[in-house]
């Protein structure tokens, strides 16, 4: 049996999962390589932060102590924050953002495929939204990937470096811990270290069709489900929660 | 005497605007009517793409996620709004590559408001609402151009402006129900984009000097002075609801008229700030060019990659 403060905790991770990365494609706006782009990123940070919102709603419901979903992105800090380490990078160039988006939707869609699943309604109809989200996603970014791949010599090198960049972060996406396994048992979660074999399957078979190497397994970094980010995550707090702690407590 | 002369083309097509018909990409129109009219779109397309700068100078900075969203979604729809107008100005025979040069070379321009910084939350309230407030009055009025492809493009994007305006009012009430300092911080926003918003209408018109003609073409519904006075009658009232005062010490409701009375604008201001000297005008065009300049090598993959597969395909055929 699953209590009260671990689902909690299971769903404020997905929350600051959505929330890092919308905020993070939020920063292409009036940036994109030409306007169509730029108001198709602007569509994907939207549905990230709107997924936040859900998750952290969900997360206000089962805490029933007065916080809001607000609460969760503007008053806690670096050590708080459980979002898994990709979703936090810089934005990067347009290669590193597209190349993320699409290491990242690979793994979320198939996530959220299991995650529709769940005994628990509220995380099952959330991921119901996400998931057809993701389909979208997932399109978009793998054309990106065969575009920038197969485009120019300069677009190769790019997306090239920005996969061997990120390689190291895509470990954690199938790290199961405790709460994880936990979850998981109670068909709440999802065992997230079963959908890594079909991940490098896709993922490979998409970077060769695009004339991409996949790099070697020869680095990883880990530790956001722990608190233990990169230092670029801090930054984006002070930015993203500046409002709200020169002004505490008020209405905006 | 030269200028009296006119072409039967040109009396026929002035028989047309006059009765109200829209002229059309493919009719025929005095080259000048074309020219006015990829002056004024490009320009409104550009006021458009350059407005989400300041906008989105707050994205990351939002209060709370629902504002961070409806932000979103605003800045967003400017950008939609600057590509319709940009689609609309092609069909005069113009490409988007040659409108987005005239802006980085200085020759087009876009709405002087934008060259104003966003210092604060407040301004990002103050602008939806006056500054979008402002632009559905002269939108609202461009819905009946006499340019068929204009016209309806100014049809679409009002239904959307009122949202944005709605937002930015929206901001200002609940400020000025806040704290001492968020009230503070509301008003100064109101009296930084009172005047700007003001100048948006361009010169009075007396000293307009495009007006007449475009008057005549029906490119132009209404004068300069007609949708000022219209936009300061109900922003005034918005402003008293929520307690919020004009800088303006010289307003005051005109009975005869029916109207609110103002004081002078500083028309050095916006000469300074249209002719490029303005607060933010070097950042505003330097971040357009910069961004232009760095998706280039996204724009050229895309362009190789469809090459390479066109090749393909017409090989494998
Ligand atoms: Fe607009
Ligand atoms: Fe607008």
Redesign the interface.
Known sequence: MIDKEQLKEFVLRLGDDSLVLGHRLSQWSSNGPFLEEDLALTNVALDYVGRARMFYGYTAEIAADGSTEDSYAYNRDCRDFTNLLIHELPRGDFAFTMARQYLVDEFSLAYMKRLKLSRDKTLAAIAEKAYKEDLYHLRRSTSWILRLGDGTTQSHDRLQNAIDDLWGYTTELFEMDELDQEMSKADVGVDVASLQPEWIRQVTATLSDATLTVPANDWVVTGGRKGIHTEALGHMLSDMQFLQRAYPGQQW | MSEEVKSEQEVLFQKRIDAEEKIEPKDWMPEKYRQTLIRQMSQHAHSE?IG??PE?NW???????????IL??K??DE??H??YL?SAAETLGISRDELVKALHDGVAKYASIFNYPALT?ADIGAIGWLVDGAAIVNQISLQRTSYGPYARSMVRICKEESFHQRQGYQ?MV??S???H??KAMAQDALDRFWWPSLMMFGPHDAESAHSAQSMKWKIKRQSNDQLRQKFIDQSVKQADVIGLKIPDPALKWNADRGHYDIGAIDWSEFARVIKGDGPCNRQRLQ?HNR?HA?????????A??EA?HKQRSTRAA
């Open positions: 793409v989400m700068q989105g994205l990351t900075r939002a209060p709370t996620l629902h504002r961070k969203c979103l979604a800045v967003q950008g939609g600057g590509l940009y939350w901001i609940t400020l129900q806040g704290s300092e968020q971040h961004v760095e998706g280039a090598w996204v724009r050229d993959a895309v190789a990659y390479k």
